[in-house]
């Protein structure tokens, strides 16, 4: 079923970012009155395909390989190869026969429309959810193995400053903006004390090896509801209790009791916990009930799917604003920007060395790994995921490289400058070895994914 879902939202969040993409170079070709033969999302490699419709002069189609899409246009050199035009002169509704502004629009359209797609994702994300606070004043939980444990940095500390800059909230400490800056040396208090931990170089990659940063705002284990015919109930365990230490060891954060007890599957545990009865309907003070709560001690065993049938109480406090639709537009293109900077620094740390190429870049496995993880937290985060994704497929396609939209952009501005076109032979030799250098850098980063999950 894993594997089902996986599948699913990847050909969902491709079908999608793909559609933008080549809707991008369909619109211009069409705005600019040039013939368009073929749309497709997904490749038809010997005419395999999923559907086709012709209407007009376009043929739209789904093609059986979900791994991109294309829109053929009349009298372009592109990936199919196709130099059945160059036997006559061009004709007017042909890519080549246009002034060359014309054709670095058309070239350009599909990253725009990414880019385009990604601020449309954040404008609404910021409309529907507004922006989220969380204090500093919130202490830190810090996991095993984290980037953040390796520089130094210990549960129950709390951020003070980022770069020489003081912070507030828990989204600025941990901004993907501050992540890709050329250095990060956050100051941190613990206790009455404060010392200064600086961040690894290739710390983007060693979050990818850990499959997330392993570090947030300590969330205290505090039950919510506890669920009928599960162990808990029987156990006697009660809403509004505090867990404080499971099979003897202490605990502080939400993560840490899910953690133990479903690794004991079917295994007696002792956990122990504090209450305190409180009004119905009152909010739960957890200071209070650390200091004033009864403690009790109750032996459970988790099910076989390791749960004891427990659900956890929101406690962490959190600032929440309403944006007006001016304020989410602006929101918006500002992640939009940031995000894409963020991008482009992060490519330039794989460039230069400073980041793991291995560890930084994922290929269609871990696509789709994180867009059935991001998919099964809510819909915002997968939209979230697949806005990040639009950015990033964006400025991939924008590389000057042979056979991808940046390398058509730099030939054709190349003939511009010349006042004449390149002969079709150089132009064709010119896109069979980008092809090839793409289907090698594919075929290592497949690979690597499998051998690196």
Known sequence: MDALSTAFFFIIAIFILVTAHELGHFLFAKLFGMRVDKFYIGFDFMDLRLWKKKIGETEYGVGVFPIGGYVKIAGMVDESLDTGFQSGDPEPWEFRAKPVWQRLIVLAGGVLLNFVLSAIIFIGITLVAGESRTSVSNPAFVEQGS?????????????????GKALSSWEEALDPELLTSHRLSYVIRRDDKTFTVSAPSDIMSKISTNKGMGIHPIVPPVIDEVLQNMPARAAGIKSGGLITAINGKNVTDWTEVVGVISSNASKPITVQWKYLEHAKGDSIDVSRLQTLGRTITTSVVPDGSGKIGISLKQTLQTQKRKLSPVESFASGLNQTWKM??????GFAKIATGQEDFRKSVGGPVKIAKMANQSAEQGPLSFL??????????????????PALDGGQFVLNAIEGIMRRELSLDVKIRIQQIGMALLLALFAYILINDILNP
Do not use: E, K, W
């Not at 894409?340 to 620094?345: F, G, N």
């Open 147 to 163: 980037v953040f444990l390796s520089m130094g940095v210990r549960t129950g500390d709390r951020f003070v400053s980022a770069n």
């Open 340 to 345: 894409s900077v963020m991008t482009l620094q």
């Open 384 to 401: 979230y995921f697949l806005s990040m994704l639009s950015i990033s497929l964006a400025i991939i396609n924008i590389m000057p490289i």
